[in-house]
């Protein structure tokens, strides 16, 4: 996640680029169920916890700069 953009000298490439930059929809569905629960007042259970919702809110922004994110 931390390759958040390339150069593409060609613009047949863009959409290709995109494709493999962006989160696949296993990761979107597991960002947005977090999101959603931590919004709803989950308990924090472990140390993993805020590194996780980090990592969600990361491939939400990402999702949303790529037109992906519906929420």
Do not use: C, F
């Amino acid at each position: 996640m931390g390759m958040t953009g390339k150069l593409s000298l060609n613009r047949g490439q863009v959409d290709l680029v995109n494709k493999g930059l962006s989160p696949s929809e296993d990761e979107l569905n597991w960002a947005r169920e977090l999101i959603e629960a931590h919004e709803k007042g989950a308990s924090i259970g472990d140390g993993s916890y805020l590194p996780r919702l980090a990592r969600a809110q990361k491939i939400a922004s990402l999702a949303d700069s790529y037109g992906l994110w519906n929420a």
